[in-house]
């Protein structure tokens, strides 16, 4: 059973900088991809950010591009996402989830974490 738990979460003024964890179990997860997708209030889930688990390919959506940097550490079964200058619209849930293979830039994916709020003030 493949588990994702998210942390890093929660109040920051416009600007500054937070890095959500989410930390997998469950699997030997080098064949998986991982990504970091977003609900706002009202809003559509977008994709933020997608790696594949181990070979280092990594791709963004436009509006964090520059802002935000997924990682991964292997040895920890750990993804990270790295927000910098965050802007109230980056406000939202914020969800990691893992697909077995190699397509990482889509939607299809199979195991979620419960998510973990993000909150940018103006």
Known sequence: QVQLVE???????AGGSLRLSCAASGRTFRRYAMAWFRQAPGKEREIVAATTWGGGSTQYADFVKGRFTIS?????????????SLEPEDTAVYHCAARLGGT?????YDYWGQGTQVTVSS
Request: proline share 0%; glycine share 12%; charged share 15%.
């Open 7 to 13: 942390s890093g979460g929660g109040l920051v003024q």
């Open 72 to 84: 991964r550490d292997t040895a920890k079964n750990t993804v990270y996402l790295q927000m910098n």
């Open 104 to 108: 990482f830039w889509t939607y299809e």
